[in-house]
């Protein structure tokens, strides 16, 4: 488990195409405290540390995570938002997170909006019924608040986030741009709301 406050920004060193794609990526964390087999988000995907050196960790990219995530992410020289998993007793300051990309958002616009950014993006039909105002939501691993949420002309579903100078300045979300496709992590709350429903309905 995770709570999307990004503790660290990683850059892909090198990716490999092995059986599944190998990435080096360096960080950093002191890794002398993380173990081979430990679990970091990387942009909001949960991956397996499968080495590591001073400076950097690898982990692989399977092909099924590659199908589901946002281009370009896993190419060198990208930047990745890294966040350790949540020990028993931390302090809670996002929201739970799984690490488990549930679909991907595009980035419509960004706008200053004082001193923060308000991010305009397009949810994924599929997803558009999990994303309420003032509720939760995951964006390459960061937790936000959604603003607004509203449905467009064309029956799509936009919403809207505010990015802070703090979050920028310490997530991948300083250089945002239309065009962007977004890890998506819906709240685990509405998730297993869905499946009750849908269970209860059956």
């Keep these: 488990m995770f709570t999307g406050?990004?503790?660290d920004i990683g850059t892909v060193a090198s990716a490999e195409q092995r059986g599944d794609l190998r990435l080096h990526v360096t960080t950093a964390?002191?890794?002398a405290t993380v173990d081979l087999g430990a679990s970091i988000a990387c942009s909001g995907v949960c991956l397996t540390v499968v080495d590591k050196g001073k400076d950097w960790f690898a982990v692989d990219v399977s092909a099924e995570t590659l199908s589901r995530t946002a281009p370009g992410l896993w190419r060198?020289?990208?930047q990745l938002n890294l966040e350790r998993p949540l020990k028993v007793g931390d302090e809670l300051g996002g929201h739970i997170v799984t690490g488990h990309v549930d679909g991907?958002?595009?980035v419509l616009g960004v706008c200053p909006e004082g001193?923060?950014?308000?991010?305009g993006l397009?949810?994924?039909d599929s997803l558009a019924p999990y994303i309420a105002e003032k509720g939760s939501i995951t964006l390459d691993g960061v937790?936000?608040?959604v603003n607004q949420v509203r449905t467009a002309e064309d029956g799509s579903t936009h919403f809207a986030v505010n990015v802070i100078p703090h979050t920028a300045a310490h997530s991948t979300f300083g250089d945002l741009a239309a065009g962007r496709q977004l890890n998506v992590e819906i709240d685990i709350l509405a998730r297993y709301l869905d499946r009750m429903?849908?269970?209860r309905n059956a």
């Excluded at 001193?115 to 991010?119: E, G, H, L, R, V």
């Design 29 to 31: 964390y002191d890794l």
């Design 5 to 7: 406050i990004i503790t």
């Design 76 to 78: 060198e020289g990208a």
């Design 122 to 124: 397009k949810a994924p």
């Design 115 to 119: 001193d923060s950014a308000k991010i």
């Design 197 to 199: 429903l849908a269970a």
């Design 104 to 106: 991907l958002a595009e």
């Design 143 to 145: 937790s936000l608040t």
